[in-house]
């Protein structure tokens, strides 16, 4: 834990490609912490900030699961538990929807980035900087989805379909509508990140392009000005 007292907080909140899942079967359950893309954004900003990864395999922006199935994913229930927590926080990064493409749900990228535009509401209503203003929000919108990956058909073919990767590839035009409606910051994961073998997860070298793409926007943020 970083025990600088003035360090600028970042909150990263997401689904498995936050929380570091491989997509290559390389006998760990998840990528070890100077692998994943929080964990390089802190090396990237140094000590004058505190990370704190909130990554959740299967996390949804706002929607459970069909059936019961996966209880405790819709990311919007947990989000205000999760700001109060850990207050103040001064910037909150939202990368999700790559779970919400997935054929049981049917949702259209619009949906997906309604759901998200929802979650600047409750930021701007649950979380407080050290001030007692609100802290900025980054928007990210993931990856694509990769059917020609080699694993795709084999380990995720059951849970996303041509749609999805349609719909993976609509969701940034309309999360940047949302950011600049709300006047947060966007950031494209796309334009630096790709999947890796299963088509879903990022690819191990793609953290490293995406935590410097966030370090770029974190430090455009007003609070994070003089970060790294």
């Given at each position: 834990?970083?025990?600088?007292?003035?360090?600028?907080?970042?909150?990263?909140?997401?689904?498995?490609?936050?929380?570091?899942?491989?997509?290559?079967?390389?006998?760990?359950?998840?990528?070890?912490?100077?692998?994943?893309?929080?964990?390089?954004?802190?090396?990237?900003?140094?000590?004058?900030?505190?990370?704190?990864?909130?990554?959740?395999?299967?996390r949804t922006t706002a929607f459970?699961?069909?059936?019961?199935?996966r209880p405790g994913r819709n990311g919007l229930t947990y989000l205000g538990p999760c700001l109060h927590s850990h207050d103040p926080l001064d910037v909150v990064v939202v990368m999700l929807g790559t779970?919400?493409?997935?054929?049981?749900f049917d949702?259209?990228?619009a949906e997906i980035a309604e759901a998200l535009?929802?979650?600047?509401?409750?930021?701007?209503?649950?979380?407080?900087?050290?001030?007692?203003?609100r802290p900025a929000v980054l928007l990210v919108s993931p990856a694509h989805i990769d059917h020609t990956r080699p694993d795709f058909a084999a380990r995720?073919?059951?849970?996303?379909?041509?749609?999805?990767?349609?719909?993976?590839?609509?969701l940034a035009k309309h999360l940047q509508a949302v950011a600049d409606k709300r006047r947060a910051g966007f950031a494209d994961a796309a334009s630096v990140a790709w999947a890796g073998d299963d088509g879903v997860h990022l690819a191990r070298d793609a953290y490293r392009a995406l935590a410097e793409l966030l370090a770029e926007r974190i430090r455009a943020l007003s609070p994070a000005q003089n970060l790294g």
């Open positions: 834990m970083l025990t600088n007292p003035d360090a600028v907080t970042v909150l990263c909140y997401g689904d498995s490609n936050t929380y570091g899942y491989p997509a290559e079967d390389v006998g760990v359950e998840r990528w070890p912490v100077d692998v994943r893309w929080p964990g390089r954004l802190q090396m990237l900003l140094g000590g004058g900030c505190a990370v704190i990864e909130e990554g959740l395999r299967g459970d699961y069909p059936g019961g199935d779970n919400d493409v997935k054929v049981a949702l259209s990228a535009d929802g979650y600047v509401d409750v930021i701007e209503a649950e979380a407080a900087n050290r001030d007692g203003g995720r073919g059951a849970s996303y379909d041509g749609t999805s990767v349609t719909k993976s590839r609509q």
